[in-house]
Structure formats: structure tokens, C-alpha cells
């Protein structure tokens, strides 16, 4: 089993959908999640960043964490074109060395 | 403020053939990354030094892969001989400290025929 499952999509949406993007990971050990975003041909860029359970917004963004079932998400609202891009889930392991283990990401497109 | 340069950005060659990338950090991070991507895949670690120590290398394929970072800053990654399962596209990130943000370059991307 992967420490970090993630469907890799494709998924297409029409402009302004609501989009909700999932992940689960094994390790109950996990207290930190984020999400990142890698636009073609580009290195990941960190969107969001939440500890342990609960929700985070930051704009049209929000990150939720329910530890209970071990499930991630990132919901995207009023998506644009420019939110075309792979969603990739992440864990650390907590303590000194920061090592961050990644979902296979999710391919968006958003369509005008 | 510059973000993490790496070099070259496209390499193909032969299998058995040896390949170096490198990576030159945010400056003042004192932690620098080697991630693998494959096609489909998100990055794995490959390497992680805090400064020019290794902290990780647990999943360093270290028959063929090697990697230094002299004088705790830039960073050259290394495969010889180089695998077809060795295509893929190489990222280096960097972070102030263990505990903070990877802000990642740009990536090498790697083909092996």
C-alpha cells in the first residue's frame, strides 16, 4: 500500500465549477499536509499548508483534513483557467528531517 | 528575490552513459533536496543534506547515483551508468531550515534511450 493515494484524473471542469480534489494516506503517524501545485514543465509550488485536522481557506482555496479517515482534500471554488495544472498531495513526516512524500497528483483542466 | 536555478534543463543519452546535474539554491537556504519525477508520478527524495552533511539518502540508488554539495551551497547530482528507468525529470528544492517551506527549481528533465 502507498503511504499517499492519489487518482491522477484527468479531470476537466468547465469554468466556475467547484472542483474537489482527494488523497488518503496510511500512516496514522502523518500531522502534516499540504498541497502543491506543478503547472507543465514547471516545479511544484506550495498552496497550501495545514497541521493536523480541520479546515484552512485562503481565497477560492480551501484545505480540509479529517484524521479519523485519513483523508485530504482541496476544494477549489469558481476555478479559472489559470487553475490548469497537477494538484500534488503531500505528508511529512513530523521531527527533523522535513521529508515530504507526494501523491501521483491530479491533472486539472479547467475549460473556458 | 532569485528562486532555485537548475542546469541543464533537457539532457538525453544513451544507457551506461554517465549524466551530472546541478542545482543552485535559494540564497541562505541551508537545506537543499534531489527529487526524482517520473511521468505520472509525484517527486520521491532522493537525497536531503543540511548544509554539506546528508541527512537522508535512504532511497539513493547509490550503485549508480551520487550527489555532493560543497561548501554547503550549490549541488551536483550524478548517475552513472545511467538505466532507461532512470527518465525522468530531476528537481532540486531548498528551504531556510528543516522545519520551513521547499521552494523547488524548475527541474531537469532526463531521457535515457
Known sequence: QKEVEQDPGPLSVPEGAIVSLNCTYSNSAFQYFMWYRQYSRKGPELLMYTYSSGNKEDGRFTAQVDKSSKYISLFIRDSQPSDSATYLCATEWSGATNKLIFGTGTLLAVQP | ?113
Open chain 2, 1 to 113: 528575490e532569485a528562486g532555485v536555478a537548475q542546469s541543464p534543463r533537457y539532457k538525453i543519452i544513451e544507457k551506461r552513459q554517465s549524466v551530472a546535474f546541478w542545482c543552485n539554491p535559494i540564497s541562505g537556504h541551508a537545506t537543499l533536496y534531489w527529487y526524482q519525477q517520473i511521468l505520472g508520478q509525484g517527486p520521491k527524495l532522493l537525497i536531503q543534506f543540511q548544509n554539506n552533511g546528508v541527512v537522508d539518502d535512504s532511497q539513493l540508488p547509490k550503485d549508480r547515483f551520487s550527489a555532493e554539495r560543497l561548501k554547503g551551497v550549490d549541488s551536483t547530482l550524478k548517475i552513472q551508468p545511467a538505466k532507461l528507468e532512470d527518465s525522468a525529470v530531476y528537481l532540486c528544492a531548498s528551504s531556510a531550515g528543516t522545519a520551513n517551506e521547499q521552494y523547488f527549481g524548475p527541474g531537469t528533465r532526463l531521457t535515457v534511450t
